[in-house]
């Protein structure tokens, strides 16, 4: 059981294949966490997939 880990995602479909070739083979994933929310359609996708979705930093933090 784990957590999917990414930098920062834009459409959410890296950390999803991850999560579907962890639990392939048996894992559990309970959610994927970003570090950076870009607002770019990620967090909507992880959750239509079922997976809970946690962001540490909204991209506006960031000033850039």
């Known amino acids: 059981r ?3 880990v990414e930098d920062t995602s834009t459409t959410g479909g890296s950390p999803l294949k991850a999560a ?4 392939r083979v048996g894992g559990i994933i309970a ?10 359609g990620a967090k909507e996708a992880v ?3 079922g997976y809970e979705y946690r962001a ?9």
């Open 31 to 40: 959610a994927i966490a970003v570090v950076v929310d870009r607002h770019t």
């Open 47 to 49: 959750e239509a997939a």
């Open 56 to 64: 540490a930093i909204p991209v506006e933090e960031l000033d850039i």
């Open 2 to 4: 784990g957590i999917g």
């Open 20 to 23: 579907a070739a962890v639990e």
